[in-house]
T-cell receptor, first 112, second 113 residues
Framework: NAGVTQTPKFQVLKTGQSMTLQCAQD?????MSWYRQDPGMGLRLIHY???????DQGEVPNGYNVSRSTTEDFPLRLLSAAPSQTSVYFC???????????FGPGTRLLVL | GENVGLHLPTLSVQEGDNSIINCAYS??????FIWYKQESGKGPQFIID?????DKRQGQRVTVLLNKTVKHLSLQIAATQPGDSAVYFC????????????FGTGTSLTVIP
């Protein structure tokens, strides 16, 4: 199993540009989540999904959209990037009823 | 978010010594805790977990202690090795819809050979 994969590894955007961060897992996990990690702060939940077709907001959802059309994929969309969205983004997945999450390697995003 | 914090931002230990990393949490209703290890440029990796009905749990070279009275969590690493150098942080599960976790800021552990 590849586990949780994320692409791209690194991205530079200009303010106002849009992009999609990709996340995929091959473990057939129901739960998937997106977090951002900023210096001096713990991981913060952006959006999560408890299954295909179901998404919900986390702690810091503003500026981000998600969709879950399949169990495997959970893309994160930035519609109009802002410098405040410069961060490292992690996708995670876990099986329903099990709290242990598996994290992807992260995407480093720089918004100029 | 919840106040899940660590007492020390950095910790240096000699190879072979034991390491202790601490974490404080503020929500007495939290019932599940996880310690993660994060190496530079990588995603967090699960180390060990503990439920609130336990005081202690041991894994391979790691032990987690939970003191619910003072809302304190610690991670003990025995015979610390250079490969243990990383950032360690705790996560607190509040429960509810989606079982959201709240994460501490992390302690950077450096093992001196």
């Amino acid at each position: 199993n590849a586990g949780v994969t994320q692409t791209p590894k690194f991205q530079v955007l200009k303010t106002g540009q849009s992009m999609t961060l990709q996340c995929a897992q091959d473990m057939n996990h129901e739960y998937m989540s997106w977090y951002r990690q900023d210096p001096g702060m713990g991981l913060r939940l952006i959006h999560y999904s408890v299954g295909a077709g179901i998404t919900d907001q986390g702690e810091v959802p503003n500026g981000y959209n998600v969709s879950r059309s399949t169990t495997e994929d959970f893309p994160l969309r930035l519609l109009s990037a802002a410098p405040s969205q410069t961060s490292v983004y992690f996708c995670a997945s876990r099986r329903q009823g099990v709290e242990t999450q598996y994290f992807g390697p992260g995407t480093r995003l720089l918004v100029l | 978010g919840e106040n899940v914090g660590l007492h020390l931002p950095t910790l240096s230990v000699q190879e072979g010594d034991n390491s202790i990393i601490n974490c404080a949490y503020s929500n007495s209703a939290s019932d599940y805790f996880i310690w993660y290890k994060q190496e530079s440029g990588k995603g967090p990796q699960f180390i060990i977990d503990i439920r609130s009905n336990m005081d202690k749990r041991q894994g391979q070279r790691v032990t987690v202690l939970l003191n619910k009275t003072v809302k304190h969590l610690s991670l003990q690493i025995a015979a610390t090795q250079p490969g243990d150098s990383a950032v360690y942080f705790c996560a607190e599960n509040i429960g509810g819809a989606g079982n959201q976790f709240y994460f501490g800021t992390g302690t950077s552990l450096t093992v001196i050979p």
